[in-house]
């Protein structure tokens, strides 16, 4: 259903814990039309972020005015891009040598596209300011990143923001009616669950984020969940084609008989039809969408007696969640760095960090925002905290990212799943073959034969477990 479809990038706990292993995840030719190179009395910075329409809401309408209010002299403009197009904007503007005062808020695993672009790092070397930038009371795992890109970079070029990870949502209703007590533990019982749902109401029940099927293809949201199913079962996604791969697409392949019937436009930012009866499970979507369907003046409405929220099932070998985020960092060449510097200080402190958790269910990466948090948040923190102790995993972050993401999707998800091409071993392990040969033959034409051959090594690109 298209009007179950809200936009949002990829896009990641809640409590410090995963804060703490936040810090592993970081290891052009044209000018975009919202630049802003103006000189006034005033200082107008430009803030770049990717964010759902009530995450850009809430940035404009909470932080910014209260950034303004108490920074006289300097206002700030929440420029919101599209998911993936951040680097090509921020690329684009450091090459017209007219950036400007900005500030890039962005996901994590793109941030390599900055340090090995063609011109060289292209974020601004914070580290002689980092220490005052960042509140005392940040977790002490901020302070090893920081140690972290001095050995990996050379220097301080960005700093941890916020924090996800997925979660998974159910309508406690529909499964009480199929006589279900609590939410699936692994993907057996999911599946048995779906088969009872749809005996007592005739309904395929699951949700999933199938909307990269969709032209333009290569969406990210389909290739994470299918990352995080992947390590679930022990595979290595980026190698795509071990036993682990091919066992958690057969498991795929029997859940999909039973997969809602808007799956095919899931995307981050689904879940109203979880709202409406649509579908009764939706399968992983980030934290903020709790306060979306609880929220009394949206419509949704529903209450911790009938929406459910845990960390969702495990694969055959473990129940390890995908880890996502954004960092903040400012551009080489920007101007008004003093001003700049105050704004990033200002999202890192307590107030504004205490805010968009308790608004949006993000985290928080300082300490002081976690005192005395509301009790009617405790069921999204509760399965944060469930998800953080199966296990936490990072995607190693390579240049070719988005093109994998491509290449899963028209050589596997869509033919096997889709498509329905058959579930037997020969087939899947065939469709994965693929997507391994394909980004071999791309990595060697694009990064050279070296990287090509790292690329064969499975060991090389492995998930980072924490």
Avoid: C
């Amino acid at each position: 259903m298209a009007d179950d479809i809200e936009y949002k990038k990829k896009p990641w706990g809640i409590i410090a814990a995963l804060v703490v292993v936040f810090i592993l995840g970081f290891a052009g030719g044209y000018v975009p039309f919202h630049s802003t190179t103006a000189k006034t009395s005033t200082v107008h910075i430009v803030f770049y972020e990717s964010l759902a329409t009530s995450e850009a809401n809430f940035v404009n309408d909470t932080l910014i005015p209260q950034f303004d209010a108490q920074h006289p002299g300097t206002t700030v403009t929440l420029v919101n891009v599209g998911s993936g197009d951040t680097s090509k904007d921020i690329l684009a503007l450091e090459q017209s040598g007219k950036v400007g005062p900005v500030v890039v808020g962005q996901d994590n695993l793109e941030i390599g596209q900055l340090i090995y672009s063609s011109s060289g790092n292209i974020m601004m070397n914070l580290t002689n300011v980092s220490s005052k930038m960042l509140p005392t009371t940040i977790i002490p795992a901020a302070k090893s990143m920081i140690n972290y890109e001095k050995q990996v970079f050379g220097g301080v070029y960005f700093f941890p923001f916020r924090a996800n990870i997925p979660l998974v949502f159910y309508n406690k209703t529909a499964f009480s009616k199929a006589g279900i007590s609590t939410p699936p533990s692994n993907y057996t019982a999911l599946l048995s669950d779906l088969q009872k749902i749809k005996a007592n109401t005739s309904q395929n029940a699951l949700m999933i984020q199938g909307g990269s099927t969709n032209p333009p293809r290569g969406g990210s949201s389909t290739a994470t969940e299918l990352y995080q199913m992947m390590v679930q079962y022990g595979g290595n996604p980026l190698y795509a084609n071990d036993t682990g791969d091919i066992h958690a697409f057969e498991m795929l392949y029997n859940l999909s008989d039973y997969f809602a019937q808007s799956y095919k436009t899931g995307y981050w930012g689904s879940y109203h039809g979880l709202a409406v009866g649509n579908y009764s499970v939706l399968d992983y979507q980030w934290p903020y969408i709790y306060n979306q369907l609880t929220n009394t003046t949206t419509g949704y409405k529903m209450t911790n007696q009938t929406l459910g929220v845990y960390a969702g099932p495990n694969g055959s070998v473990n129940g390890n969640h995908l880890l996502g985020g954004d960092v903040l960092y400012i551009p080489k060449g920007a101007t008004d760095v003093p001003q700049l510097e105050s704004f990033i200080t200002f999202l890192l402190g307590a107030q504004a960090q205490r805010e968009y958790m308790i608004a949006m269910s993000w985290p928080a990466i300082n300490l002081a925002a976690y005192v005395d948090l509301p009790a009617a948040e405790s069921p999204v923190f509760l399965a944060e905290s469930q998800a953080i102790q199966t296990g936490i995993f990072l995607r190693n972050p390579t240049p070719w990212i988005t093109e994998w993401q491509t290449v899963l999707d028209e050589k596997a998800f869509n033919p096997l799943i889709v498509d329905h091409q058959g579930n037997t071993v020969a087939n899947i392990t065939a469709a994965l073959d693929s997507v391994h040969s394909t980004m071999y033959s791309y990595i060697k034409e694009n990064y050279g034969q070296a990287n090509a051959t790292l690329y064969n090594n499975p060991a090389n690109y492995a998930p980072i477990s924490v």
